[in-house]
């Protein structure tokens, strides 16, 4: 028996607009129930939507990354279902004309390689609220969610791992971070995931689907790939006890149980849900022209994925260092403009891993934010290339770099970090150091192992009495060569 | 002295009250003596603001006593229907399951009058959440006709028609969805402007059919339309149907009024009076008779798809009803059934006992159209129909200024009397409804009594963005018919 499982996923992502999708209420995480809240998207009665342009703006950007055909018209649909989160008691969301179609996203496959999973459409709506469940006779609804901005990204049914699902959704999430477009931070529910699970079967030479199963409303990776796991195996066993295959009437709905790690079955049969979806009379028709798609198309960066194997494939660095300088937009584009500004990749590479990562996280902040400019960090590059600074310095000069602002050459000077490359200082320092070490020198001239314990005191003093500014690989060949002469 | 007030327009008023004739706490009070009298009776008042209009015209006197400068409705009291938000005062929109719901914002058209330094008197009745056509179906009890008690004030907008005809206010705001504002008025003998859609903000007016939806005003004369659209009318950031300034002319619709049109040509629909009763056929032949003494040109004209102007209008309003309506679920304000025992019931009870007969009625139609199965054979083909009567609409405003039909096949019948047949009562709206389902403007103007005593009143439709058009057509008629401020016999003022 061969199985093969098969996965589409439904995919929400809270747009990180300043404010609601129609309405000018703040979108804010964690503020107190009900204070991020007006007429309109309380829906109450009089109060009318008005589209926020940024919305679109963003949505439009996120589904050309995601390779879609962008609609020149398009318009918004009321989906109506009663629920005490949804104050209007419909949601406003785009039916038959959405926002962008047939595109596709590009996620690292299981062999390593680029694997495309077709995207079958992304569109703009609004969030519902919070239905808080305090326990007792009575819920609660905190409604500063509803109206927030959201895309829904909906692929076809490519995916054919749980691994490869939750690859795609940290890749979406890298994409739609580096677009700037969503915060996507998975604490604060700005994605969630609905996938769509089946499995293909082939035993005794015959091809079965098992019925599709969508899992509701998962928001962490690890629930989704666990979810997807689960259910392929479930959907084994059941096929193996009961032989049911996929009917155009037996799709189920289950719930996934994080603290047992199962999935529940929530609605038996999708008693075709009617939602009514019509034309919302309170908005107008939305018209893309070219002009927006070229304004937006000019804000469209190389998506980190395409720009993780350019750093590989161009500058030799390992597929981890380019994806973690990847994995922050600002710090790829630092990347980019200090080796284009003559920084050696590995040593740009090395410094923005180890220090501007580290900074920018501990202060929160990209590493965009940290006021680096590429040319002074092409420049430290250089002088610990060039043995100007030894590597430890570098890291030094480059802290000192993000807290002052300062130039690398100026700071190395006023830290007294520059390393001695002036050969006729060294070569008086060392003649210093071996006239007052003569019992060390006579014992580095003799054989054995007191000889090379002796050599590298030597060595030691020197770096001493340079204050560790030279490079020790140079002062022993120097030592060795007046020891050899003596 | 009060009666003289009272007999004036709100144009009359204003100037009176601008110059100090006559003060505006004096024609506030007026009204309110009126109210006193006869509200009871009447029933066109659901909230009346007593004090606060009685202080902001005693402001507004003060002002101008000290010279400063006012709006072009200062002092002026004005009625505003019950389905446009005020921050003062409950807006029930005539239904229980609103009884108590107070709003945070004022509606837009209510900001204009308050900037315009009107004083805003009350909050009139009408048929619950305006889905009716005598106002016999607000929660609150219905409103008489001022003519005749025994008879409906017609609706939705019946309590504003009402209240403008009985003096309890100078000018009204009312809503038109498929005739609400000119059916009313033509009922009870006063003038009713549906505006072009979109030229009024609906922000703040309680969605019926969103798409048909309009405010207007109702009012003694052609002029008062005038001056109220003036105040109300223009682009509202908060509407996204409001059209912006490039395409809404920022004209002062007053300035032309009585300016004669040259070569004016006036429409009729072959067949159309032919549903209509013998009174308002004959109004409609004394109104052609007008403007033909006028040198105006009758053309006839074939307009074929408005036979199904009123099934393609209870299709999209109450679809669009169902949608708007779904927001009133006890759960988040207005009525919540005391009995639910959970969440299902909550909604379920609360709108069972929180909404009439004929908005259940709506809600049900609209959703079957919507449902799926049902979508394409009735919203959908509903949609079409009502491309194909704009057009045709719009073809045959190509060959005249304006279509002269009836208002409503009949004057205003006895309370009680359509009740029982609910379609008899939609396919009454037959006159009315074209006009919103092809967004144009439209006016219906009082032109005399029939036998019976009842005010006639007979329409003008016009192009999209023409009401300075319209209202000069219009105003041609008033003059013709010498009918205005005809105060309703039997009140005596
Ligand atoms: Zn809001």
Redesign the interface.
Known sequence: MKVQVVVGLEIHVQLSTQTKLFCGCPVRFAAPPNSLVC?VC??????????NKKAVDYAILAAMALNCQIASFTKWD?K?Y?Y?DL????QISQYDLPLGKAGFIEVQGDDGGIKQVRIRRVHLEEDAGKNLHAGGAY?C?DLNRAGTPLLEIVTEPDITSAAQARALAVELQRIVRYLGVSEADMQKGHMRFEPNVNLRIETDGQAFRTPIVEIKNLNSFRALEASIRYEADRQVQEFLESGQVMTSGNKTTRGWDDVRQVTVLQRQKEE?E?Y???PD????PVVINTSWLDQIKALLPELPLRRQIRFVQQYGLSEYDAGVLTSDRSCADLFDKAVEAGGRPKRVCNLLTQVGLRVANERGCSVGDLGLSPVNLATLASMIEEGKVNATSGVRILEQMIATGQDPMTLARSMDLLQIADSSRLESIIDQVLSMQQKAVQEACSEGKKAQKAFNFLVGQVMQATKGQANPTVIAEMIRKRLGGA | MLDAILQMDCLALAEAIRTRQVSSLEATSACLEAIDKYNQKIGAFLTVFQQQALDQARDVDRRIQAGDKVGPLAGVPIAVKD???TTFGP?T?GSKI?AN?R???N?TVVERLMRADAIIIGKTNMDEFAMGSTTENSAFGPTHNPWDLGRVAGGSSGGSAAAVAARMCFGALGSDTGGSIRQPAAFCGVVGLKPTYGRVS??????Y???LDQIGPLARSVRDCALLLNVIGGHD?????SVPPEIVPDEDLLARLDQPIDGLRIGLVKGATEGADLPIRQAIGRAVDTYRAMGAEVVELEIPALDYSVATYYIIAT??A??NL??Y?G???GYRSPAARD?MEV?TRSRAEGLGKEVKRRIMLG?YA???GY?DAY?LKALKVRNLIRQQIFAALGQCDSILMPVAPTTAFSLGQMAADPLKMYLADVYTIPANLAGIPAISIPVGLDGAGLPVGVQLLGPAFSEGRLLRIARILEKGAHWTCQVPAGLTV
């Open positions: 007429p309380l829906g109450l009665p009089g109060a009318l939507p008005v589209l009321r109506g009663y005490p104050p209007k008691n419909y819920s609804v075709a009617d009514r979806y019509f009379p309170d908005l107008v | 389905n446009i938000c807006t929109c609103l719901f709003s945070p914002c509606a609906r922000f703040g007016l309680v969605a059919g969103s798409s950031p908060k509407d996204s149907t679809a669009e169902s949608s779904a927001r679920d759960v988040h304000y969440c909604y959703t919507l449902s799926s979508y919203y």
